[in-house]
T-cell receptor, first 110, second 114 residues
Framework: KQEVTQIPAALSVPEGENLVLNCSFTDSAIYNLQWFRQDPGKGLTSLLLIQSSQREQTSGRLNASLDKSSGRSTLYIAASQPGDSATYLCAVSGTYKYIFGTGTRLKVLA | EAGVAQSPRYKIIEKRQSVAFWCNPISGHATLYWYQQILGQGPKLLIQFQNNGVVDDSQLPKDRFSAERLKGVDSTLKIQPAKLEDSAVYLC????????????FGPGTRLTVT
């Protein structure tokens, strides 16, 4: 049974810092891994999708890496801004189903 | 391109009442998902449709929850009767096909059961 864990559960950093969010999964037989952002009271916004054959994806200040063999993914946020404050969720897909982690609540202080 | 639409956005009901949620996926997306997200947790898949058919409903409490997707487009999720522990945000998502494609989420429906 696939289990997805995100560490840390919460993170508070000053503006401008580079930071790393972690996602680990127990079953390496995945199709892809997707990172989402969720603002309070809102739905999920897709940030990056990494196919199982890829090692990383980049979009603006975001970079996500995937190491299937070790069951890990990291989301790197460069030069953090107060607008980055949100909950970040990772989800892994396998056999047509997505399994989500519990998320990391990020607060970037001005 | 229009996103995933959901209604209502908020609903407050008393326990033992019934409620229904509606979802309209992105045009052309064959796969539709319903998730339940309890406060402080990640979304949990309730049911997944591929066109008209159910792919996975293993975590759907079938004694009280039901869902349908008529004509492979819109979908409704119903709870009857509701319990206090059903208080959550119900999210609908869609993708082109199954697990190999990016999911797009609607804004969700926040349900409060009193």
């Amino acid at each position: 049974k696939q289990e997805v864990t995100q560490i840390p559960a919460a993170l508070s950093v000053p503006e401008g810092e580079n930071l790393v969010l972690n996602c680990s999964f127990t079953d390496s037989a995945i199709y892809n891994l997707q990172w989402f952002r969720q603002d309070p009271g809102k739905g999920l916004t897709s940030l990056l999708l990494i196919q199982s054959s890829q090692r990383e994806q980049t979009s603006g200040r975001l970079n996500a890496s995937l190491d299937k063999s070790s069951g890990r993914s990291t989301l790197y946020i460069a030069a953090s801004q107060p607008g980055d404050s949100a909950t970040y969720l990772c989800a892994v897909s396998g056999t047509y189903k997505y399994i989500f982690g519990t998320g990391t609540r990020l607060k970037v202080l001005a | 391109e229009a996103g995933v639409a959901q209604s209502p956005r908020y609903k407050i009901i008393e326990k033992r009442q019934s409620v229904a949620f509606w979802c309209n996926p992105i045009s052309g997306h064959a796969t539709l998902y319903w998730y339940q997200q309890i406060l402080g947790q990640g979304p949990k898949l309730l049911i997944q449709f591929q066109n008209n058919g159910v792919v996975d409903d293993s975590q759907l409490p079938k004694d009280r929850f039901s869902a349908e997707r008529l004509k492979g487009v819109d979908s409704t999720l119903k709870i009857q009767p509701a319990k206090l522990e059903d208080s959550a945000v119900y999210l609908c998502a869609s993708s082109l096909e199954g697990g190999n494609y990016e999911q797009y989420f609607g804004p969700g429906t926040r349900l409060t059961v009193t």
